[in-house]
């Protein structure tokens, strides 16, 4: 059995996601930054693992003035300057990523106002909350939980959610989702919310939901099985919903008449891979039923439909081609 500190994720590596934590936290350029920490995380699934442990502990950190957490903050914030804030701050982290945190944290917390839920690359998990709210993360997700006696918010960091609430159960207490784009509101409802880098996307099946933008506070009502879109600069678009957007819940990606270009998009959210394809093929139609968990799979399946070929490298690289 592992001791209490004992950790599988060398330091090396741990060290490398706490200096990512710290570029991101100063970065002009957060999309881009984004981009470049999912590349590192794509490495292996080791630094997939220390980046989650990052982003949990980074949650931690985020009420500076909550008691369990007061020394920490104080300490780093009473530090002259930012070259020993940085090295601390950087210390702080990879010993999170590591399993050493209880150094530094104390007590164990009895009671946590905040709660993160993630899965990993290739991975979707369902959890039923205290108040009956059933939520589902598909691959690469981080949701953190604040809740109140009177309202749970899910901050979504990153990737996409189902959820399905069930207003009788808990009436006293509000949910809403929040985004860096905009906030939903739900009304005894099932729906899907994506994180893009640039949008959100909210997909509705039952109820109703109410969708804000932060920036222009202009907000839309959902009716069933209705969508939308709303980017980063307030761009709206409507469409009807789409069953296939609740696949993954079952490890599948279905899919009808998509660019092959888009293709690879989704697949690829759900693989610690590298999937490539020659420019003169990227608008070929693809359409089927797919299984999340299995690429080579996929690869076979795609190839014989769009009388394609493909290579693989090292286990992780894919290129498709057309056939000779």
Do not use: C
């Not at 984004?34 to 490495?43: E, G, V």
């Not at 369990?68 to 982290?93: A, C, E, N, T, Y």
């Not at 932060?214 to 939308?228: C, F, G, I, P, V």
């Not at 420019?279 to 080579?296: C, E, F, H, K, M």
């Amino acid at each position: 059995m592992r001791s209490l500190h004992e950790s599988t994720i060398p330091l090396t590596i741990a060290e490398e996601a706490a200096d990512w934590w710290l570029e991101l936290q100063n970065s002009d350029n957060q999309t881009l930054t984004q981009q470049r920490i999912s590349s590192w995380r794509q490495q292996s699934s080791v630094h997939d693992e220390a980046w989650q442990k990052i982003a949990a502990f980074d949650m931690m950190l985020n009420d500076i003035n909550a008691p369990q957490r007061r020394p920490i903050s104080q300490h780093v914030l009473s530090q002259p300057s930012p070259g020993p804030r940085r090295q601390l701050l950087k210390s702080l982290f990879g010993l999170a990523v590591i399993g050493s945190t209880p150094w530094f944290i104390g007590s164990p917390v009895t009671h946590q106002q905040y709660k993160t839920l993630a899965t990993k690359v290739g991975e979707h998990r369902s959890w039923t909350l205290a108040n009956g709210v059933e939520v589902h993360l598909n691959t690469d997700t981080i949701v953190e939980i604040d809740e109140t006696d009177t309202l749970m918010t899910l901050l979504l960091k990153q990737g996409e959610i189902a959820i399905i609430t069930h207003a009788e159960q808990h009436p006293q207490q509000l949910l809403k989702v929040t985004t860096a784009i905009g906030d939903i509101t739900p009304i005894g409802t099932h729906f899907v919310v994506r994180q893009h880098p640039e949008q959100i996307q909210v997909t509705l099946f039952e109820g109703q939901v109410n969708v804000s933008d932060k920036h222009s506070l202009r907000s839309w009502t959902l009716q069933e099985n209705q969508a939308m879109t709303l980017t980063a600069s307030g761009e709206v678009s409507m469409f009807k919903a789409n069953t296939q957007t609740l696949a993954w819940q079952t490890g599948m990606l279905i899919v009808s008449d998509m660019p092959l270009n888009s293709f690879v998009s989704e697949l690829s959210r759900y693989h610690h891979a590298f999937i490539r394809y020659e420019p003169q093929i990227a608008n070929l139609r693809v359409s089927g039923s797919y299984p999340t968990d299995d690429l080579a799979a996929v690869m076979n399946a795609v190839s014989r439909a769009l009388n394609l070929e493909y290579t693989k490298r090292f286990g992780v690289w894919f290129h498709l081609s057309e056939k000779k």
